[in-house]
C-alpha cells in the first residue's frame, strides 16, 4: 500500500483510489498501479473460471514433463483431457434422441478388457460414469464418455493456458522439467521432488557421455573405412595403450573359445597361432600386425567424391565440358535491349513495361480464383485471349474475367441494396462546366508586376536552370481547351441508367460491360495517381473524334491492342484487391495455415513417440 505523500498543496492535481485509500501525484504512477490491480483481477477469475475438480489431476499429469514450450504442454493437456471426466465435475448428458441434461458426476469406475480362453477380445476396456442429474438427483445414471460433454466455455485452450501460466514453471536450461510452485503443490499433495534422472547435473553428464560415444563412434568408424587389401606397414615406436587393450580383449575371447570348444586344443601350436591370426582377421575385418591396425599406403588412388545433396548452388557444382549448348532466350515484347537478338517470329505488339502487370494480372485471378468464381486458366490461354482482335467477334475468357472482377467491385441489387466495395474518389461529373462559371462570375484581379530580380553574371549553369524552370513550368500548365476524349458526354448521355446501376442489375450482355468500365474509369481519373493510366486507355475506347454512345464503346474495344487491354485488367484487378471479400479469403487461408501446421506438429510428435 502507498501511502499519502506529504506536502500536497490544495490546488494541486492528485489521482485517488478509494477502495484502497492511495493517493498519487504522478499520473504515470497511478497507471502503473492501476494496471497492477488489473492483473490481480484477471488471475482471480481464471482461477474461479477453471474447473476446480480438473485442476488436481492436470497439476498431477504436468509435474515433471519435459515438453519443452508452453504450448505444445497446453495442446497435449487438452487432448489428454477433453474427453476425461472427473468427480465433482458439472457435465452434460446428451440422449439418442438430442436431448441433453445438465448433471453432476459422482463417481468413475474403469473397467479392463476381458478376452476369452482362445484370446479373441470380448469387451474392450471401457470407463463408466455415474452421474446425478438435476432433474432427478435420486437416480443416477450410468453413461460412457462419448455421451458426457463439459458445459460451454469452461474448459478450453486460453483458460488452461492462463492456468498453466500461474501454476507451473521450469527452469531456463533445455530439457528442463516443468514443476508445479511449491504453495501450489502443497495445496493439492503433490511431490515436488525431482527425479534424479531429470536433475540438471545428470542431464549435462548425459549429454557429455553422448557426446563422448559419438566421437569414439566416428573414431572407429575411420579406422575400419581402411581397405583391408592395402599392404600392412610398421609403426615406429612402442605400442599404444589403446591397440593392446584391443589385441588382449580378443585374445581373452580366443581363449574363452578353445575352452568352449574342446577340438581346437588337439591342434598344434602352430595352428592355433594361424587360428588365432584368422580369428583376429575375422574378427575386424582385416589382419593384424603385431598388434597394429595396417595404415594406408602412399600413391593409392583417392576414393570418388561423394554426389551432392541438393539443393545446392550452382557455383558448388563442378563444371562439366561437353554440355550441351543453352537455347536462345524467347522475348514477348517487342522492345527488346540493343544486345539481345531479335527473333524471327513474328510479334504479338506487346510492350516491355507491360510484361510485369501481364503476369500479375495472370497471377492474381488464378490466385484468388475462387472468389472471382473463375476456373483456372494458362499463361498461353491468357496470352492467347489478349491479343485476338476483331471487329464482331469477342472471346469468352476475357468476357468472363471482365465480369467476374466488375462483380466484385459493387454487390448484386439484392445483395446490401448494391453496396459499392472499393473506395472511389471524389468525383464531379462536369467540371469544365462548373470551371468555366467559376471564371466569368469572378471579379477580374489585376496581373501583377514580375519581380524585379538583382542584375547579376550570366553564367552557363545559370542559364540552363533557368531553361529547365520554363520547360517545368510549361509541362505543368497544360492547355485546357485539348479534348482528350468523349467519356463525360458518354455517361451524360444515360444519366439516368449509369454504370453503378447497370452493373448492380448485372447487365452484361451483347458487351454492355465495356461501357462499365469506360464509366468506371472515368470516375477514377478524378484520383491524380491514376488519371494518366485512365486517360490513355480512355483515348481509345471514347475517342474524341466519334459520336459519345455506348455502341462507340463496344466497337472500340475488339479494336485495341495488348498493351491497352492489360492496362484496364491491371486497374480492374488492383481497384478489387482492396474489396472484403479478397480480405475473407486471405485470412480463411491464414487460418487453414495455422491448422494445417498444428497437424503436421502432431504428427510429428506421434511419429517420434512411436
Not at 173 to 192: F, L, R
Not at 576 to 590: F, G, P, Q, V, W
Request: glycine share 4%.
Amino acid at each position: 500500500m502507498v501511502g499519502k505523500p506529504p506536502n500536497i498543496h490544495d490546488d494541486q492535481e492528485v489521482w485517488a483510489f478509494e477502495q484502497t485509500g492511495e493517493v498519487f501525484t504522478s499520473y504515470e504512477s497511478y497507471l502503473q498501479r492501476a494496471d497492477f490491480y488489473r492483473q490481480i483481477d484477471a488471475s482471480d477469475e481464471v482461477d474461479d473460471a477453471f474447473p476446480e475438480d480438473l485442476k488436481g489431476p492436470i497439476l498431477r499429469w504436468v509435474q515433471f514433463s519435459t515438453i519443452p514450450r508452453l504450448d505444445y504442454l497446453v495442446d497435449r493437456v487438452f487432448e489428454e483431457f477433453k474427453h476425461d471426466f472427473y468427480p465433482g465435475e458439472n457435465v452434460v448428458v446428451t440422449y439418442p434422441d438430442g436431448n441433453r441434461s445438465l448433471g453432476v458426476l459422482r463417481e468413475k469406475s474403469k473397467l479392463p478388457e476381458l478376452r476369452r480362453p482362445d484370446d479373441t477380445l470380448e469387451r474392450p476396456a471401457l470407463v463408466q460414469y455415474f452421474v446425478c442429474l438435476i432433474h432427478r438427483p435420486d437416480l443416477p445414471e450410468v453413461v460412457d464418455s462419448s455421451r458426457l460433454t463439459r458445459e460451454r466455455k469452461t474448459f478450453t485452450k486460453q483458460r488452461l493456458r492462463s492456468f498453466l501460466k500461474k501454476t507451473v514453471d521450469h527452469e531456463a536450461w533445455s530439457g528442463a522439467p516443468w514443476c508445479v510452485k511449491p504453495k501450489i503443490a502443497e495445496q493439492y499433495h503433490i511431490s515436488g521432488e525431482v527425479p534424479q534422472h531429470l536433475t540438471y547435473e545428470n542431464q549435462m553428464l548425459q549429454r557429455k557421455m553422448n557426446l563422448a560415444l559419438k566421437k569414439n563412434n566416428d573414431f572407429e568408424g575411420q579406422l575400419m573405412s581402411f581397405h583391408p587389401t592395402l599392404p600392412p606397414l610398421k609403426p615406429k615406436g612402442a605400442r599404444t595403450k589403446r591397440w593392446s587393450q584391443d589385441v588382449a580383449r580378443l585374445t581373452d575371447e580366443y581363449q574363452r573359445a578353445l575352452a568352449v570348444n574342446p577340438e581346437l586344443s588337439r591342434l598344434s601350436q602352430a595352428n592355433q597361432q594361424q587360428h588365432m591370426e584368422q580369428f583376429l582377421k575375422d574378427s575386424n575385418g582385416f589382419t593384424l600386425l603385431n598388434g597394429f591396425l595396417p595404415l594406408a599406403a602412399k600413391g593409392q588412388p583417392k576414393p570418388p567424391p561423394p554426389p551432392p545433396k541438393w539443393p545446392i548452388e550452382d557455383l558448388e557444382l563442378t563444371p562439366i565440358r561437353d554440355k550441351p549448348t543453352r537455347p536462345a532466350l524467347k522475348f514477348l515484347s517487342i522492345d527488346l535491349p540493343a544486345r539481345e537478338p531479335v527473333s524471327d517470329k513474328p510479334s504479338i505488339g506487346l510492350l516491355m513495361r507491360s510484361v510485369g502487370p501481364l503476369l500479375e494480372t495472370w497471377d492474381t485471378l488464378n490466385v484468388y480464383c475462387e472468389v472471382y468464381q473463375l476456373d483456372s486458366f494458362t499463361f498461353d490461354d491468357y496470352v492467347e485471349a489478349l491479343q485476338l482482335a476483331g471487329d464482331t467477334y469477342q472471346c469468352q475468357l476475357l468476357v468472363e474475367i471482365h465480369c467476374a472482377v466488375l462483380k466484385k467491385l459493387v454487390n448484386d441489387v439484392n445483395d446490401k441494396n448494391g453496396q459499392i466495395q472499393v473506395s472511389l474518389p471524389e468525383f464531379n461529373p462536369s467540371p469544365s462546366e462548373d470551371s468555366s462559371l467559376a471564371e466569368d462570375s469572378a471579379v477580374p484581379s489585376p496581373t501583377p508586376e514580375p519581380e524585379v530580380k538583382p542584375f547579376g553574371r550570366t553564367t552557363r549553369s545559370s542559364l540552363a536552370k533557368s531553361e529547365a524552370v520554363e520547360l517545368r513550368n510549361a509541362q505543368k500548365s497544360p492547355s485546357r481547351d485539348v479534348k482528350i476524349h468523349c467519356a463525360r458526354e458518354m455517361e451524360q448521355s444515360t444519366r439516368s441508367y449509369d454504370w453503378k446501376a447497370r452493373l448492380r442489375k448485372r447487365d452484361f450482355g451483347e458487351g454492355k460491360w465495356v461501357y462499365i468500365v469506360v464509366g468506371l474509369l472515368y470516375e477514377l481519373s478524378s484520383d491524380p495517381r491514376r488519371r494518366k493510366g485512365c486517360d490513355e486507355v480512355l483515348r481509345k475506347l471514347a475517342p474524341p473524334d466519334q459520336e459519345a454512345t455506348t455502341a462507340t464503346a463496344i466497337s472500340r474495344y475488339p479494336l485495341m491492342d495488348i498493351n491497352t487491354r492489360v492496362k484496364i485488367l491491371e486497374i480492374l484487378c488492383m481497384l478489387s484487391l482492396e474489396t472484403k471479400a479478397i480480405r475473407n479469403y486471405m485470412e480463411d487461408c491464414n487460418n487453414n495455415m495455422t491448422d494445417f501446421r498444428k497437424e503436421r506438429i502432431d504428427m510429428q510428435r506421434k511419429r517420434k513417440a512411436a
